[in-house]
């Protein structure tokens, strides 16, 4: 509903727990779907229920995955961040060339979180000094100059030859359990934190509701949208640093179309494009929905074209269902599983 | 109550996704773990293409599922919908988990399928490439299917008579990254670097990637137009071949084209004479030749090493040569020229 041209979203705080309410939410829905699509491929390939088989299908999207959780606090302030892929290619690049020229490779490591945090800083700074640019004006241009600047330090060339240690990012394991398994746990239950048990996760969800009152309510709009770019932007470079390690090289064309399948990710979740709404949950669940649908499909030899088609249908049924609460909340059906 | 319940659905999924799951000891089996799949012992062979639409990665793909029928193995077709090296790594990953007996793949990058394909070949996968190779460790043989040195040179003096001498010329390639592209862009260079004098007219005036997408390559062609100093263009890929014979037949075009084309796509541009001749082989042929390596690699009969030998099938005696990367390789034969005196009867062939 707008206010005086400002829209804004009614958040409920003092709603009695309704069983019924919480069995309607997107990510009851999400489990919903993540439960279907493990019961379909278990019964269309006997190669989809061992472990380790599962184990090395986790390798191949957890590294995405490792953007979600700073594009969900992108996406909760009500914008968005395009650049993440170019800002991958940059580190990756920069890792490479660095250790190549004789950086020892844990300084190179630090070297591609720096290259990071400053892609994603700058893209910060400029939307906090030029409030009339948007979100996504910004990261599209960041996007286009990051990984120009990769194609102009390594033209069409490559680098690698890493030291065969670092190739555990990507591949190896902590006993049964893959390494990055084990970091992305680790970060989503650091996130989770952040995003719902602190202050500053609560001022994010309030920013993105409504930034005017939120400025004038005296949180810190610009310091905190300024603190989430630069996230995304580490974080990039942390994405970065397991691609690279899971290709033993980096190229300016690296990582080509990751943001649109880590936005994917976070819009499936139930993170609202216009800001405000969410919960970690959800992304965590849309993260495993999207890399296991993939992989499944994948085992039993579906073309990519059909499953580019069904992961695009079950994003279009993410958006437009929240959409569609105000059509959905009059029909019959609805008001009589929630009557008040 | 809240929290109960987040328990509840989180014990629930765990429930799910760890009902089926065989761990432990698992026998190595060959089959593909569809329920539709007929029992076969030879295993399934996969090809593993650039791009899923390429006609060239189609066409190779003929030639491998009517070896793999002769042989008895099971064909697979499978590719990314996009040429990047993510992409394949995925589609190698789930090769494995379906325990495929055979990986041929056309690389989208050198040297970033190596992890995947060392992994796959430790799990007892025989790993080959054909038409753009993996680095030697990420293969056990590649699949040439030409000389490299005489695919460059050769476009470069074709390129050079087209236009009698006097002109620049451009090079419409794919994917910069691709291994086969760039090796055959490298004997260009190496062909007007060391014969400066003939050359001295006909220059190198841009190298332009198409990133074998027909919409790009269109663009790129047109650029490469809007330059007076070009007056030949190279295109040694079968999308760039189509893209800029249609845009300079449009523009009806002094500009002229050769490279590497498919002469049933090529045929109107021969016959026009906006592309005089131009070269290629038989890509059926390679995916046939590819089957066949991948089973003798299989069987045992080669391993891989110089000086190893097989039958391919209705090709012959073929051998195992060392590859100009440090690895080895099987090769075709040499690349065939295509004009108008044999274009229509090869166009109805590939």
Redesign the interface.
Known sequence: MTNNGIITREIKTDQK?SLKR?FLKWE?ML?VI??GI??MN?N???????????M??L???LDKALMVFPMMLVILLGDIDVSVASTMALSGVIMGVAYNAGVPMPIAILLALLVGTICGFVNGLILVKFKELSAVIVTISTMIIYRGIASIILA?G?T?NFPSWF?YF??GQIGNIPFILAFFIIEAAIFAYIIHKTKFGRRVYAIGNNSTTSRFSGIKVDKIRLIIFTLSGLFAAVSAIF?TS????A?P??????EMDVIAMVVLGGISTSGGKGNV?GAILSIFIVGLL??GL????V???T??IIVGALLVVAVAIPNMKDFISETKLYKMLVKK | ??KL??LV?AG??SL??L?????GT?TTTKD????TETANTKGVYALVAKD??NPYMKKMYEGFETACKEIGAEP?Y?????A????Q???I??L????VALIAIAAN????????LK?AMTKGIKVISLDSAVNKNSRMVHIQQADPEKIGRGLVQAAYEMVKGKGGIAILSA???ATNQ?LWIKWMKQEISENADKYKDTPLVKVA?GDDDPTKSTNETTALLANPDVKVIIAPTTVGMLAGGKVLQDKKSSVLLTGLGLPSEMAPFIEDGVCPWMYLWNPIDIGYLAAYSGEALIKGTITGKEGDKLTAGKLGEKAVTVAADGGTEIKLGDPFKFDKTNISTWKTVY
């Not at chain 1, 899971?246 to 090289?249: D, E, H, L, P, R």
């Not at chain 2, 593909?32 to 329920?35: F, I, L, V, Y």
């Open positions: 727990f919480f009851w489990v993540l439960v493990n019961i278990f269309t390939s006997v190669n989809y229920g061992d472990y380790n088989n599962i090395e299908a390798k191949m999207f069409d490559a690698g190739q990507g591949w691609l899971k290709m033993g090289s190229r064309s690296m990582a080509k179309g990751y949950v993939r992989y994948g085992l039993i030899n073309p990519s074209q499953i580019m | 109550m809240k319940l987040a659905m629930m999924l799910t996704v009902t089926g799951c065989t761990t698992k593909n773990g569809t329920k899923v639409n697979l499978k590719g990314p919908d996009q990047t090296p993510e992409k790594i995925e589609i990953n789930q494995v988990a379906q325990k990058d050198a040297d970033a399928l190596e992890p995947a992994n994917t910069a990254q760039n990637y």
